[in-house]
């Protein structure tokens, strides 16, 4: 993968770590901001738990793939994200949640870089 490539494929990852450690200092700053209110009690404890989780691992997924030069942790980012854009649908689809175009439309540009990344790993590594 060339430089440039991994830059790119690092601005996502950046993104999604900062976004990650804001459930866990800033939640009620960050929960707005992907359209939800901030829960209490302990569903807020899994809103912080589990999103602040998600986004700090799809991040992890993306720096190791891009510092290792291994496709499968590139791959992992792409099925965490890949899932995330098609539950987002079936949760419009099934439960008449509002369809969440752009956050969609993010999920699955970025889920195509990091399969377009990737396969721009020498298959020797």
Request: charged letters at 10%; proline letters at 3%.
């Amino acid at each position: 993968m060339n430089k440039i490539l991994r830059v790119v494929v690092a601005l996502p990852a950046i993104l999604f770590m900062v976004m990650g450690i804001r459930w866990v200092v800033a939640p009620a700053g960050m929960a707005p901001e992907l359209g939800m209110p901030l829960l209490e009690g302990a569903a807020l404890s899994t809103q912080v738990g589990d999103l602040g989780a998600f986004f700090v691992a799809l991040s992890c997924y993306i720096l190791i793939g891009i510092i290792t030069q291994k496709r499968s942790w590139l791959y992992a980012g792409a099925l965490l994200l890949g899932l995330a854009a098609t539950f987002r649908s079936l949760a419009w689809l099934l439960h008449g949640a509002s369809f969440a175009a752009e956050s969609i439309a993010v999920e699955v540009v970025v889920t195509v870089l990091l399969l377009f990344a990737a396969s721009r790993i020498s298959t020797e590594n």
